[in-house]
């Protein structure tokens, strides 16, 4: 893996042009064009964060079975008869069927079709135009510099891959953590296996800030395996978004607000109408 450094420079007064981010962090993909705009204080991004595209595995975390199933196409395009596509997941344009609530299967590795097949969209990577930006209450965010169409995908969450137990001692701590478990399909009364931290490792989904009102959602896909305990993690537009529009997701989506059970420790300050008062 690319250890991409952070750089000791000042972002202070760059406004709304910005600073190209392969200034500050090197060997950054080519696709992901990243700029960093700091108007509102002192602060400078944090020197402890290393940009990866991809999963970080640590200690005891193994690697998924490999099973997997090819299509039986002969194109370099799946059509709507291929194996792989019997449940439609995108639409012509490549955007996510929004009515899918359940984990996407993209062709894989075994699948003959080439890799500008409609099925597989996020192995193939989105080009990201986007701002890193200081954002007053929140800290830094990160904001889309074109318009985003409702199904459209934005990027991966990415990070170091750990154990269940490993993230409880990470997140024993009052503060907010980078902490998102891998159970999209694990029952609510169980536990996850893993959890993926993009606290010191990640990419720019690292900035994606809280909202009660959240622009993006996330789905689990599988591309190159079918174990459900190690899915991807993939940032869908859950409606039209705008050039200049912040880039969000609900941290806790699941109802929590009528547990009487629940402690909130996290105050929201999202502002959305709908704001619920607490993140989780």
């Given at each position: 893996?690319?250890?991409?450094?952070?750089?000791?420079?000042?972002?202070?007064?760059?406004?709304?042009?910005?600073?190209?981010?392969?200034?500050?962090?090197?060997?950054?993909?080519?696709?992901?064009?990243?700029?960093?705009?700091?108007?509102?204080?002192?602060?400078?991004?944090?020197?402890?964060?290393?940009?990866?595209?991809?999963?970080?595995?640590?200690?005891?975390?193994?690697?998924?079975?490999?099973?997997?199933?090819?299509?039986?196409?002969v194109d370099e395009a799946c059509g709507a008869?291929?194996d792989c596509m019997r449940v439609p997941i995108?639409?012509?344009?490549?955007?996510?069927?929004?009515?899918?609530?359940?984990?996407?299967?993209?062709?894989?590795?075994?699948?003959?079709?080439?890799?500008?097949?409609?099925?597989?969209?996020?192995?193939?990577?989105?080009?990201?135009?986007?701002?890193?930006?200081?954002?007053?209450?929140?800290?830094?965010?990160?904001?889309?510099?074109?318009?985003?169409?409702?199904?459209?995908?934005?990027?991966?969450?990415?990070?170091?891959?750990?154990?269940?137990?490993?993230?409880?001692?990470?997140?024993?701590?009052d503060s907010l953590t980078y902490l998102f478990?891998?159970?999209?399909?694990?029952?609510?009364?169980?536990?996850?296996?893993?959890?993926?931290?993009?606290?010191?490792?990640?990419?720019?989904?690292?900035?994606?800030?809280?909202?009660?009102?959240?622009?993006?959602?996330?789905?689990?896909?599988?591309?190159?395996?079918?174990?459900?305990?190690?899915?991807?993690?993939?940032?869908?537009?859950?409606?039209?978004?705008?050039?200049?529009?912040?880039?969000?997701?609900?941290?806790?989506?699941?109802?929590?607000?009528?547990?009487?059970?629940?402690?909130?420790?996290?105050?929201?300050?999202?502002?959305?109408?709908?704001?619920?008062?607490?993140?989780?």
């Open positions: 893996m690319v250890q991409y450094q952070l750089q000791k420079q000042r972002v202070l007064g760059y406004g709304a042009k910005g600073v190209d981010l392969k200034h500050v962090l090197r060997n950054v993909p080519d696709l992901h064009k990243i700029r960093i705009c700091n108007s509102l204080d002192n602060a400078l991004l944090p020197t402890d964060f290393t940009y990866t595209n991809d999963y970080i595995r640590r200690a005891g975390v193994p690697y998924p079975s490999n099973v997997v199933f090819p299509c039986s196409c008869n291929c995108y639409d012509e344009r490549g955007r996510l069927c929004t009515a899918l609530e359940y984990p996407l299967h993209e062709c894989n590795h075994l699948c003959p079709c080439s890799a500008d097949c409609p099925n597989r969209v996020v192995q193939r990577g989105q080009p990201i135009d986007m701002d890193i930006f200081r954002a007053a209450g929140k800290g830094w965010a990160a904001r889309t510099n074109k318009p985003i169409e409702q199904g459209e995908f934005v990027c991966r969450y990415t990070g170091e891959l750990l154990t269940n137990q490993d993230a409880e001692i990470r997140g024993g701590g478990d891998l159970d999209k399909e694990v029952p609510h009364s169980c536990e996850p296996a893993f959890t993926v931290d993009a606290r010191l490792y990640g990419n720019v989904s690292h900035f994606f800030n809280h909202s009660c009102a959240p622009n993006l959602g996330i789905w689990a896909v599988y591309i190159n395996h079918l174990d459900p305990r190690l899915h991807e993690l993939a940032f869908f537009a859950i409606r039209d978004i705008e050039a200049g529009e912040e880039l969000t997701f609900d941290y806790c989506p699941h109802d929590i607000a009528g547990s009487a059970h629940t402690l909130h420790k996290f105050v929201c300050l999202c502002g959305a109408p709908n704001c619920r008062g607490f993140v989780f």
